[in-house]
């Protein structure tokens, strides 16, 4: 008999943090909460997010090339929740949360600990459930400073795409 495959449960220990990704498209802006994520480069400034294929985030992205990656902090967990599902936008909210249209378009939320405007400079992915979104960082912002990130191992969930 072949031995389980503990495969997902070994994924499941890496080190996660939790995110918004949030971009504007022709049906106006969108937001997610999404996992994956990690700085791929200091010079030039370089950060990796995937995005579940077939997502409107993953689709808005594709075609503005630009997105805004917030921080979520340790004590916003429904901030995350909350974007888990999907909801109709208004001009400056998104599922009651405030944002700011930044100088690419890009919805800026109010309440994220901080935030990172990027532009993607390449994709990969042809093969997975996510297509890989390569950025440069246009520019970056804190608004609570030294408060702690929410990690996914602090959360009942296991993912966020």
């Known amino acids: 008999m072949p031995d389980k495959d503990i495969t997902r449960e070994v994924l499941r220990m890496f080190s996660y943090g939790l995110y918004v990704a949030a971009s504007t498209g022709p049906e106006g802006p969108c937001a997610a909460t999404v996992s994956w994520v990690t700085q791929a480069s200091f010079d030039p400034r370089l950060i990796m997010v995937a995005l579940r294929k077939g997502t409107a985030i993953c689709e808005t992205v594709r075609a503005s090339r630009l997105f805004a990656l917030h921080l ?10 909350t974007l888990f599902k999907i909801s109709r936008p208004s001009p400056d909210e998104i599922a009651g949360y405030h944002f700011s249209i930044r100088g690419t378009g890009v919805p800026v939320f109010d309440v994220a600990l901080a935030w990172l405007e990027c532009e993607v400079v390449e994709e990969a992915g042809r093969d997975g459930d996510h297509t890989l979104f390569v ?27």
């Not at 440069?136 to 296991?158: C, D, E, F």
Request: hydrophobic share 40%; glycine share 10%; no cysteine.
């Open 135 to 161: 950025a440069t960082v246009l520019s970056s912002g804190i608004q609570t400073p030294n408060a702690l990130p929410l990690a996914l191992r602090s959360t009942p969930w296991h993912y966020g795409g």
């Open 72 to 81: 979520v902090g340790s004590d916003q967990a429904e901030f995350a929740k």
